[in-house]
């Protein structure tokens, strides 16, 4: 082989092994994108969870406040309406 041949396989080698790690690092970019991705994914799906799960609680509470309002309520008619009887009964 001669020295011109030798210098341009030598090239040829150099030229595929740049090429391979530029595709190998693409490659890698685009796998790392893709975890990235992924657990942005999960973090969205997990705090979507979550405020649905927050809002659940927090119609509970709006429900069993409103209940203790209603018996309150309830109760001081009731309270109101014997107060109504007494007075009647007293005249």
């Given at each position: 082989m001669s020295d011109a041949q030798i210098k341009d396989?030598?090239?040829q080698f150099k030229r595929e092994m740049d090429q391979l790690e530029k595709t190998i690092?693409?490659?890698k970019a685009k796998q790392i994108n893709n975890m990235r991705q992924a657990l942005l994914q999960?973090?969205?799906?997990?705090?979507?969870?979550?405020k649905a799960?927050?809002?659940?609680?927090?119609?509970?509470?709006?429900?069993?406040?409103?209940?203790?309002?209603?018996?309150?309520?309830f109760r001081k008619l009731i309270e109101k309406k014997a107060e109504e009887e007494k007075v009647r009964l007293q005249k």
């Open positions: 396989l030598q090239e690092n693409e490659e999960r973090r969205i799906a997990k705090e979507k969870k979550r799960a927050e809002l659940v609680e927090q119609q509970k509470h709006q429900k069993k406040r409103q209940q203790g309002n209603m018996k309150e309520a």
